[in-house]
């Protein structure tokens, strides 16, 4: 087993969001997200402090015989346990954030994810099992185009984003990782045969734009790209995209396991 990790953070001077790790059971990634302005004032903590402490409760978690969800509902509940006292962490603009999730185990891979983040299975016969929630990337398309003329920072512009978090966790939104264990009901899971994989990988919605926004290759196609240069590739690929298209920047962040 080798396991290659390539982050990059999206915006400079600001802290990297994203979290990933490996242990030899399985393979986390947590793309964290929060607010706008003033968000500082409902968590103190911040995002980045979010995603590690999700990211760390579920790695030392997968090596149980809990099931995925109920991994990632306990992670839930001991992070938000761990700042519902200092922090209003119901808030709408309180951190939250996307998970994918591996585990090889008992002659299988599992995979489970919430958010907008991506697991990707390479399969020696077949296509790739890939798993992602497109509910988010639909609903904020919308919210994009209401946003374009709008300048940043304004009321209207706070406006608008607060409306989108409203749907966030709601009937007919998307569902993330936050303060409600609840939301692992509506999490992708799945699994496949073990003597069936290849290359296995997570990962973040600013790495996976390289196959769903920008077209550049497949999925089978992003997989080769994994198993012959690696994760630093599919990252530096996605910044020449961004910088050709006039795309602003994300974290971005894959792991694999070959």
């Given at each position: 087993m080798r396991v290659a990790m390539a982050t990059d953070a999206g915006h400079p001077g600001r802290t990297n969001e994203d979290f990933a790790g490996a242990v030899p059971c399985g393979m986390v990634l947590v793309d964290g997200a929060g607010g706008i302005s003033g968000a500082d004032e409902v968590c103190h903590h911040g995002i980045a402090w979010y995603a590690t402490r999700l990211g760390g409760a579920l790695l030392?978690?997968?090596?149980?015989?809990r099931s995925l969800r109920d991994v990632l509902a306990e992670g839930i509940e001991r992070v938000t346990d761990q700042h519902r006292d200092t922090c209003d962490v119901t808030h709408p603009i309180s951190p939250f954030a996307a998970v994918a999730m591996l585990r090889f185990s008992g002659g299988t891979v599992e995979h489970l994810v919430l958010g907008d983040a991506v697991a990707l299975v390479g399969r020696a016969l077949g296509e790739p099992v890939v798993a992602h929630d497109p509910r988010e990337v639909v609903i904020a398309r919308s919210f994009e185009e209401r946003l374009r003329?709008?300048?940043?920072?304004?009321?209207?512009?706070?406006?608008?984003?607060?409306?989108?978090?409203?749907?966030?966790?709601?009937?007919?939104?998307?569902?993330?990782?936050?303060?409600?264990?609840?939301?692992?009901?509506?999490?992708?899971?799945?699994?496949?045969?073990?003597?069936?994989?290849?290359?296995?990988?997570?990962?973040?919605?600013?790495?996976s734009r390289l196959v769903d926004t920008f077209g550049l290759t497949d999925w089978p196609g992003l997989l080769r790209l994994l198993e012959t240069d690696g994760p630093a590739e599919v990252v530096r690929r996605v910044r020449e995209a961004e910088a050709r298209e006039g795309v602003a920047t994300d974290d971005a962040t894959v792991i694999c396991r070959t």
């Open positions: 030392g978690a997968l090596s149980g015989d003329d709008v300048p940043e920072g304004g009321d209207e512009y706070r406006r608008l984003f607060m409306e989108l978090r409203a749907r966030r966790n709601s009937p007919g939104g998307f569902w993330v990782a936050k303060d409600d264990p609840r939301v692992v009901d509506e999490a992708v899971t799945g699994e496949c045969p073990a003597d069936d994989v290849r290359t296995a990988a997570l990962l973040s919605n600013g790495a």
